[in-house]
């Protein structure tokens, strides 16, 4: 009897993950990067926020073009475009020597790379490779996620240390290109259907015929109350998390925490979290996402509250961090496999990557205002507070997210009002 091959689109996983794991890390590893860089350019925390917050922002600009760049062009080409665009941005980064070309190389040319190599492609592609299994498939993403904020993060600030910042960005952009590049060029594929497979790998009934390919325009999916739903709830996941990524570090070192010690409790934080991520996906599988999403969202708002409120304590630091790992996973997987289950496999790159401009615009606001407020009050508690009730928000909203699948907004808000 002939043994079962593994479907090739855990293939598609495991090499997304890798492409996600890098690209995520870089995004969240810029933390590490705040003091030594204010430092050697001479700026200060807000102008330092502002890049980083106009950098955020374009890489949500860029994502629904990414997504339409998918629609139109094979995924190999769009993640080899990424790939190379986001190494020579990241070398152009070690280069800049003021503020102005800080902005134009990471608050511009680096999104644009990340967009290439980020989590719509990701998801876009992996959602058309599963259907039963998706939020599995899709929190294995997440997973991969995690593990680069969790490793990246500390091993950022050890190169930081020992070489300085503008060698460590040479070393990361020269490990994209030896480790990424090869996985667009010859693993990466389009969908199972261009493998004479279907979702899950199943084989195609015999006489079948082609099988027909749904997509939901990005117009389309602005004028249902579920896309708000799931873009409002994911404004806040992006606010909170670069809080977080960009403000963490600075934060913890200013309640009197060393750097590496403050860097490894962010990357316990992002390590426990990886296999809660797959954990959930299997659950969402089984029990439903909106239920997990929200579960999700509620339980940050106590990591938040933790993570600011506790002084000279590594121990319950460390202790948070590792409980933050539930918290952490899964609201990106869950918000993608809901677009996947609400508007069709493939129209998740064009319509997640208009969710996810919503993401980096909650991103943006959070990391300049962060700043900002730093800047106005000394410290990051109003930020923080901030943070939480948003969070409590958002569970509100994904317990709700519409179950009429692509009502419209004006004849679900008819209905419930009538």
Request: charged share 10%; net charge positive; proline share 3%.
């Amino acid at each position: 009897m002939r043994e079962r091959q593994l479907f090739y689109g855990w293939w598609v996983v495991a090499a997304f993950s890798v492409t996600t794991f890098m690209s995520t890390g870089v995004r969240h590893a810029v933390g590490p990067f705040l003091k030594p860089i204010v430092g050697d350019l001479g700026l200060d925390r807000a102008s330092f926020s502002a890049v980083i917050a106009l950098s955020l922002f374009l890489y949500g600009v860029f994502m629904p073009l990414a997504g339409l760049a998918l629609d139109r062009f094979s995924v190999r080409a769009v993640t080899t475009a990424g790939t190379l665009l986001l190494v020579a941005s990241l070398v152009l980064t070690a280069m800049v020597r003021n503020f102005w070309e800080f902005t134009a190389v990471y608050g511009v040319l680096v999104p644009l790379g990340l967009a290439g190599t980020g989590p719509v492609i990701a998801s876009g592609v992996v959602a058309r490779w599963f259907s039963k299994r998706r939020g599995t498939a899709l929190s294995v993403l997440g997973s991969a996620s995690m593990t680069g904020m969790s490793l990246l993060v500390p091993a950022v600030t050890w190169l930081i240390i020992t070489t300085g910042w503008r060698t460590a960005y040479m070393l990361i952009a020269a490990g994209i290109l030896v480790v990424v590049l090869p996985l667009c060029l010859w693993v990466v594929r389009d969908s199972p259907e261009s493998m004479g497979l279907t979702a899950d790998g199943t084989l195609p009934t015999a006489g079948a015929g082609a099988i027909a390919i749904e997509r939901v325009s990005g117009g389309e999916a602005l004028q249902t109350l579920a896309f708000w739903q799931l873009a409002g709830s994911f404004f806040t996941c992006g606010f909170s998390m670069s809080l977080l990524s960009a403000h963490g570090i600075p934060m913890l070192t200013d309640h009197g925490y060393s750097p590496m010690f403050a860097s490894w409790a962010l990357g316990v934080l992002g390590g426990s979290s990886i296999g809660f991520t797959v954990m959930l996906g299997a659950l969402s599988d089984r029990l439903g996402r909106r239920p997990v999403l929200a579960a999700i969202y509620a339980g940050r708002v106590f990591i938040f509250a933790g993570f600011f409120l506790l002084r000279d304590n590594p121990a319950a630091i460390l202790v948070v961090a590792v409980l933050g790992g539930i918290t952490m996973a899964g609201t990106g997987s869950m918000t993608s496999a809901l677009t996947a289950d609400i508007y069709g496999r493939f129209s998740v790159s064009s319509v997640f990557g208009l969710i996810f401009l919503v993401h980096q615009t909650g991103s943006a606001l959070g990391s300049w205002l962060a700043g900002s407020l730093f800047e106005t009050t000394g410290g990051y508690g109003a930020a923080y507070v901030l943070a939480c009730g948003l969070l409590v928000a958002a569970a509100i909203v994904a317990l709700n997210i519409d179950k009429g699948a692509r009502r419209i907004w004006r004849a679900a808000t008819a209905s419930a009002t009538s």
